[in-house]
């Protein structure tokens, strides 16, 4: 009941809003239905997960509380960057079907070739962010001989603190679970697509965000850092208490980054901010899972979210 309330205050807010751009990875945000073309059998009733209608509205009803949370009491957020989501009537459901309907967000989405289905997609407040068009960037894994990964998502639009077109890229780069050198070849050739598509628009305003599977200091971020800079902490000084997006074997990790070109940076609040809500937490202070292997938690995701201002003019 009390985050419905902030929802309906945040609907009387017209004047002074911030603009607010997340990224959250939102762990496996799959509807119950099957899809013949994906793999997607354990997040069915019958599968091994044991996925309810249940248990995704649930999941629907606490994303709706965690990007109301991030709104606070001036505005939502003015674009809402989103990974692990399965396909497009998930997020209809999550805009017009949970009580984040109240916000009115529109939704950018691409079906990619992720053999789970997984894809990556962008909400948005038409109020504060008008897309001018958006493309899905292939990533040529098959041709390479690895297993299918996520587009990446380029939308571009305007908003009225930036006097120029901005350019949002949402990315979730290969995963680096139990593929060790493999893996880290994948990550290099997703990385090599994207700073080709960083190369296009040199010299424009972007933020790049998503999860990239790989620490601050790892070395595929030496070619982004060519291109753009990272708003992320970077050394181990400023990551000694226990902080991060992303907690495994009692370690925490940035594997979720916030990247601004430098045409940008004068506009931006350069501090990310890190989404540490109680409600998002187990008892260990840790991110609190939707499932531990196949065991159901209950929990969220096991991502927390991340955020940044655009400076008012």
């Known amino acids: 009941m009390k985050y419905i309330l ?7 807010c017209s004047e002074s809003r911030a603009q607010r751009i997340m990224f959250w990875n939102v762990e496996n ?14 997040f069915l009733p019958e599968g091994s997960y044991h996925w309810t209608r249940g248990r995704y509205w649930k999941k629907l009803d606490d994303l709706s509380r965690t990007i109301a949370a991030i709104a606070g009491e001036d505005a939502w957020p003015m674009v809402v960057g989103l990974c692990e ?12 079907r ?47 001989g690895f297993r299918p990964t996520r587009d990446i998502l380029h939308v571009w639009g305007v908003c009225p603190t930036l006097p120029d ?26 990385v090599s697509t994207l700073c080709n598509l960083l190369d296009e628009m040199e010299g424009k305003s972007v933020l790049l965000m998503g999860d990239f599977n790989s620490e601050p200091t790892d070395k595929i971020f030496q ?32 594997l979720d980054h916030i990247l601004v070109s430098a045409s940008l940076l004068s506009s931006i609040d350069k501090s990310v901010n890190v989404g540490r809500f109680p409600f998002l937490l187990n008892e260990k202070d840790a991110p609190s899972r939707t499932y531990q292997g196949p065991i159901y938690k209950g929990g969220i995701s096991d991502h927390l979210p991340i955020w940044v201002d655009l400076l008012s003019k």
């Open 85 to 96: 989501v399965e396909n497009d009537s998930c997020l209809y459901d999550l805009t017009r």
């Open 165 to 190: 077109t901005l350019h949002i890229i949402v990315v979730h780069l290969p995963s680096r679970a139990g593929s060790g050198k493999e893996g880290e070849r994948h990550r290099k050739l997703a």
């Open 29 to 42: 945000l799959f509807n119950c239905s099957h899809d013949s073309l994906k793999e997607d059998y354990d």
């Open 223 to 254: 070619e982004i850092g060519k291109r753009l800079i990272s708003l992320m902490p970077q050394n181990r000084k400023e990551l000694r208490q226990a902080q991060g997006t992303y907690y495994f074997r009692n370690i925490w990790g940035f």
């Open 98 to 144: 949970s009580p984040l309907r109240m916000a009115h967000y529109a939704y950018i989405h691409e079906e990619g070739p992720d053999l789970r289905g997984v894809d990556v997609a962008a909400l948005y407040d038409s109020t504060q962010f008008k897309p001018l068009g958006h493309q899905a960037v292939r990533i040529p894994s098959a041709e390479q």
């Open 6 to 12: 902030a929802l309906l205050m945040l609907l009387s």
